[in-house]
């Protein structure tokens, strides 16, 4: 194990094998992804979903004090400064894993925390500066990319940026906790080869990520229509999709339309609509296509607000907890606000939105707090968000130019060191 995860010395295997043993982890951590569902429901049932939290504190204590342990016998100079820093890092992490609403997210970090040592171990066979850090920092996104690829062509999973983030956090946490728990002496200085290196790296990160933001349902639809074995994914959650956030009476929520956009749409298929929204708020539980996300983008968010709206109201009738049920409330108050905002025409004729007194009756019992939507919570709406997309492109072509310099030069000097090296022969 000290051979494998041993950063605080230069590896002494050959590079291919340290490759392989990141093929083998990512492919590990791949082939997990079909069983993960019905391996997380048989570990919540048997010893709950608390489970994975305790494992990751678990790994998070034995990999922090094998830092500790490093740093203080092995480079006694400056060792409270990095102890410090590490104290900082893995402070961050235990904080995040009992943060999280599904605790077994915290698991990212154990897998992409192995994958990180790996990668770093598998760059320092030919690299030994500062850039090997650079350099892993892109593997370890390239393959928290794939990974969710993988999820998104894999029925009944989803592809969702926020992992890519987790996977993102967990390997740079985790290189962060190599440089500045350990600062391995071995790693030191900076060289123009490993820089390289590093840019052609980061070149085909930032290249996966703008394939990943332009994947739009019409892109999806474009190439599946000659990728035919693919057109499942067109009736399967989209990878992205951009649109507007919306505010109205304490009330937020996300659209792929801004509110003119939406009710022109409104007006024009108001007939067609209003059934199939009567249908779904009398039966909440039965399918019906407009649920489909990768289907009509409208028809799904009305059909979706409407079933919210719905199964809020079944389960308050049956709700024999006052804090619950005031919960529930609130969610019906605001997905009526949403259905009237939005889609005004629709909910008139099928007759879904609350009466007047309805309205006063649930807003008797409601929480005062302000409601969320979760219908289309991950559609990027942050003006922040989608500046960050746009100033990827450019990133991405200066490092594209960068390479291009590079290969330019290379191939010129080419000549020269053939011809230097012969008449230094003869």
């Known amino acids: 194990m000290k051979r494998i995860l041993g950063v ?3 590896p002494v295997d050959p590079a291919r094998v340290l490759w392989l043993r990141v093929a083998v982890w990512s492919a590990v951590i791949f082939a997990a992804i079909p069983l993960a569902r019905a391996l997380q429901a048989v570990v919540e049932s048997s010893v709950g979903a608390v489970a994975f939290t305790v494992v990751t504190l678990v790994v998070l204590a034995v990999a ?19 102890l410090g820093a590490l104290g900082v890092l893995a402070g961050l992490f235990v904080y995040l894993t009992v943060r999280f609403d599904s605790p077994e997210e915290a698991l990212h970090f154990v897998e992409y925390g192995v994958l990180a040592v790996l990668v770093l ?3 320092t066979a030919r690299t030994r500066d500062q850039s090997a850090y650079l350099a892993a920092a892109a593997v370890c996104l390239l ?7 993988v ?26 906790g190599v440089r500045f728990g350990i600062d391995p002496a071995y790693l030191h200085g900076w060289s123009t080869a490993g820089l390289q290196r590093a840019v052609t790296l980061w070149l085909g990160a930032c290249v996966c990520a703008l394939a990943l933001f332009a994947n739009t349902p019409p892109v999806v639809h474009a190439y599946t229509s000659v ?8 009736s399967d959650g989209p990878m992205v999709e951009y649109g507007t956030a919306h505010t109205a009476s304490g009330v937020s929520w996300h659209s792929r339309f801004d509110s003119d956009a939406a009710h022109a749409l409104d007006e024009a298929g108001a007939n067609d609509l209003a059934r199939i929204q009567a249908d779904v708020a009398a039966d909440p539980g039965g399918g019906d296509p407009g649920l489909t996300r990768g289907g009509d983008p409208f028809e799904f968010e009305v059909v979706a607000h409407t079933r919210v709206l719905s199964e809020a109201r079944e389960a308050l009738e049956t709700s024999r907890n006052a804090s619950a049920g005031a919960s529930l409330a609130r969610t019906v ?16 004729l099928s007759g879904v939105g609350l009466s007047e007194q309805e309205r006063e009756a649930y807003a008797g019992i409601a929480t005062a707090d302000p409601y969320v939507s979760p219908v289309d919570g991950d559609v990027i709406t942050s003006p922040v968000q989608k500046l960050l997309v746009r100033l990827l492109i450019p990133f991405t072509l200066a490092l594209l130019a960068v ?22 022969t003869t």
């Open 121 to 123: 171990r598998a760059v």
């Open 227 to 234: 990728l035919t074995p693919l057109r499942y994914l067109r």
């Open 333 to 348: 108050l605001g997905e009526d606000v949403i259905l009237r905002e939005m889609y005004p025409r629709v909910t008139a």
């Open 403 to 424: 390479e291009i310099l590079r290969r330019v030069r290379r191939t010129r000097a080419a000549p020269r060191q053939r011809a230097t090296s012969i008449s230094s």
């Open 8 to 10: 605080h010395e230069p």
């Open 64 to 82: 922090t004090l094998a830092v500790v342990h490093v740093s203080w016998t092995m480079r006694p100079n400056g060792r409270l400064v990095r």
């Open 151 to 176: 999820q998104w062509l894999v029925p009944s999973r989803f592809f969702a940026f926020r992992d890519i983030g987790l996977n993102a956090l967990a390997s740079i946490g985790t290189l962060l």
């Open 143 to 149: 393959v928290g990319s794939a990974d969710e690829v």
